[in-house]
């Protein structure tokens, strides 16, 4: 199969129905957007509603880092100091490393976003800022997408609700969209964004149904009572969808490929791209 079709709810009657039924099946509350980057066909279900991003929130850090390099304000070989302050618990590998360790800004995203390493992202931020990423988000037009803290970090009045960032998956589909674009003036950035995204570690989710000669770029993200999933899926012809997958409010603490809200998601992502 090399070409996908994105399903919607024009030429789909069916596909509305399905949706409840998986939302049923994962237990939580879905909230998706999916964009054809050929046709400009859309579908989208409670995608305005405000959702808590886990680690998805780590691609409007990556975003923002690699439109700074392109303008001259960051470089990605500028030298970031592993610190025993620094390291937290969750995904990724540098907390089990040495204090002292120095990473590029590139590898520090790198660990980012395919491992989604929290230690890293830390240091990330802590590099950047977080009023530098969402003063970002602003200005690509996304009014929602903010990051609050660090990782592990405790949580203010503004953080409380949503923890370490909050989005909608119409904002993440519309900055998958731009980061698609390789033929604008952000193309080096966009270009960056998209190889790192490629090399995702954690393929549970969107890419787990979809055919094995199909291309998954994203990143996942994950809480108790939370699955995400976000990226950009490319067949053998280049067709292409950006796709952004919540589900959240989940009843159930299950840190396995089986959570149902994660598998309720990897089947979403099949029935609108295959059907």
Known sequence: ???LRLHTFENDPELRADIEALERQSTGKIRFAARDLRTGDTVAYNADVRCKTASVIKLPILVHTALAVQEGTLAWDERLTLTEAEKVGGSGVLTHL??????????????????SDNTATNMVIEHLSIEAINARMRTLGLPITTCFRKSYAPDTEASREFGLGVSTANEMCALLTSVADTESDKAAAHHLVLQML?????????????????KYAGKTGAIDAVRNDVGIVTSPDGSQVAIALFCQELP??????????????ARLSRRMLIG
């Open 252 to 265: 159930a603490v299950l840190w396995t490929a089986d959570n149902p809200g994660m598998v309720a998601l």
């Open 198 to 214: 490629a090399e995702q570690q954690y393929t549970d989710t969107i890419p787990r149904l979809l055919p094995p000669e199909w």
């Open 98 to 115: 040495t204090a002292g360790l120095q990473l590029s800004l590139h590898d520090a995203c790198m660990l980012m976003t395919i491992l």
């Open 1 to 3: 199969m090399s070409t």
